[in-house]
């Protein structure tokens, strides 16, 4: 009789609908010969509790908790965790994937109890992320402590770059590094006017973003430069769901060179991206987490072949300059505008970043090189 698939169980607090790195993940372990169930944390309590997604098996659990109060997050948290153990208690599991810090603590108790190997994956460093922009740095050197010290009884320690991989050197493991990149799309396989006549796009020069809708990644700025703007053959497209959601789509209406997409399903991200001529993934400087963050939109950009713009002095703006791929420019209305305008207008520096990205994400920064690091640490365990 056949050994059975090793069956791994991902740890999540977010609902999964789905998110993106962690399904990435999945179904590369999927492929490779695993069996994945994720338990996730529903806050919302919107989606179904039980779900098979590409293969994956979802259970979801409350309790029900707000996304804006930290204080709420601290109380019900444990709660979730209780739950989560629980369940595991259960399972016939061979291995428990914690995905960030808010993860770890019940991925060890799991893996202690049940005597499996336990990874620990970091999706962005949590103690800045949940600092802000205004941080206080005691806290933010006491989370990073904890994390040390939980991610040490990790069998393996994925993240997702250099910066954030040497942070959690000190926990006296070696993390591989696992970025956030696209599966690749092959050349012609979107049709870019039937896109662009589906979105009511004529032939405007499209800059687009598809994602979260928050604070800091210069959205309801970047409406209020358009309004200023005097080029009028340049079109913005926003996509995506949160908080500033009502917000963006107020302020954007009668706009002749602002659209407001809605919520995207996440198969047209990539085909959205590919219709278009620019991304933006500006990120306010001043945060510390965007400072050392590696944001899908620049992987997706690359491999559409597509220019990015960026904000310069912090990691996403330094690789798009070091790989040639987009223009880092300051955290500014008039800087974002000098920007667009430089690349719509310079056809040859359009086309050379065009080149240079889809190169970029051909040698490198593409899903299956990530896939493989990703097997081939899990084969070691």
């Known amino acids: 009789m056949a050994d059975r698939p090793k069956h791994v169980l991902m740890l999540l607090t977010n609902p999964f609908r789905p998110d993106p790195r962690v399904h990435k993940e999945a179904r590369s372990l999927i492929e490779a010969g695993y069996k994945v169930s994720i338990i996730a944390w529903d806050r919302d309590m919107t989606s179904p509790e039980e779900e098979m997604v590409d293969g994956i098996s979802i259970k979801r659990f409350g309790p029900e908790s707000g996304y804006d109060s930290f204080f709420d997050h601290l109380i019900n948290l444990p709660r979730f965790w209780k739950r989560a153990r629980s369940h595991a208690k259960k399972m016939n599991i061979d291995i428990v994937h914690a995905h960030d810090l808010d993860t770890l603590l019940p991925g060890v108790k799991i893996s202690r109890r049940k005597k499996i190997p336990l990874v620990y994956d970091a999706h962005e ?125 107020k302020n954007s209406e009668g706009m002749a060179n602002v659209k407001f997409l809605g919520r995207i399903p996440s198969d047209k991200v990539m085909p959205y991206t590919a219709a278009s001529d620019m991304v933006l993934c500006m990120f306010n400087p001043g945060d510390l987490n965007n400072q050392i963050g590696t944001p899908n939109k620049l992987f997706e950009a690359m491999a559409n072949g597509k220019p990015i713009i960026v904000t310069k002095g912090i990691l996403s703006g330094d690789i798009a300059t070091q790989e040639k791929v987009g223009l880092a420019v300051g955290y500014s209305e008039e800087d974002f505008l000098k920007g667009v305008d430089r690349i719509s207008n310079d056809k040859d520096i359009l086309s050379q970043m065009q080149a240079n990205g889809r190169q970029a994400a051909e040698i490198k920064y593409n899903w299956k090189e990530m896939s493989n690091r990703l097997i081939e640490a899990y084969s070691k365990l």
């Open 125 to 249: 460093s949590y103690s800045r992320m949940i600092s802000g922009t205004s941080p206080s740095m005691w806290i933010i050197k006491l989370i990073d402590r904890v994390e040390r010290w939980l991610s040490s009884k990790a069998d393996i320690i994925i993240t997702v770059n250099d910066r954030l991989r040497k942070m959690l050197e000190p926990s006296g493991k070696k993390p591989i590094v696992v970025m956030n990149c696209p599966l690749l799309p092959e050349a012609g396989e979107t049709n870019r006017l039937d896109i662009r006549n589906e979105l009511g796009i004529e032939d405007q020069f499209v800059m687009i973003y598809i994602g979260v809708l928050e604070k800091d990644r210069f959205l309801l700025e970047s409406i209020e430069a358009m309004k200023k703007s005097e080029d009028k053959d340049i079109l913005l497209l926003i996509g995506g769901y949160g908080t500033l959601e009502d917000e963006i789509k």
